[in-house]
């Protein structure tokens, strides 16, 4: 239902754009997406979100300042622009979509639990 793209090889200090698009559905605007990562032996961690309705939107520390989550309501595509790649970004990119549009805006749109719907994951590997 969500396929995210975009993932590659870079080196640090690089950039790629993921996009996040749905198929099968539509993005209601009262949607928020959330942008997810999973390295290997690791947790999935929460990157970013935005709520569709507002453009509110909200990073995880570790990616402030070099992320940015936007949304083409009509491309009904949601992107994450990240900039300065390092190598501790390696992971696979994940994005999921849920209707209580608030989590966009807020921390507890981190939190992949609230989430209904997945898409399949884009590898993204930074190269030091």
């Known amino acids: 239902q969500l396929q995210a793209a975009g993932g590659g090889l870079v080196q640090a200090g690089g950039s790629l754009r993921l996009s996040c698009a749905a198929s099968?559905?539509?993005?209601?605007?009262?949607?928020?997406i959330g942008w997810f990562r999973q390295a290997p032996g690791k947790e999935r961690e929460g990157v970013s979100c935005?709520?569709?309705?507002?453009?509110?939107?909200y990073y995880a520390d570790s990616v402030k300042g070099r992320f940015t989550i936007s949304s083409d309501n009509a491309k009904n595509t949601v992107y994450l622009q990240m900039n300065s790649l390092k190598p501790e970004d390696t992971a696979v990119y994940y994005c999921?979509?849920?209707?209580?549009?608030?989590?966009?805006?807020?921390?507890?749109?981190?939190?992949?639990?609230?989430?209904?719907?997945w898409g399949q994951g884009t590898q993204v590997t930074v190269s030091s």
């Open positions: 099968g559905f539509t993005f209601d605007d009262d949607y928020a």
């Open positions: 999921a979509a849920d209707s209580r549009f608030r989590l966009g805006g807020s921390s507890f749109g981190l939190f992949d639990y609230w989430y209904d719907y």
């Open positions: 935005i709520s569709k309705i507002d453009g509110n939107s």
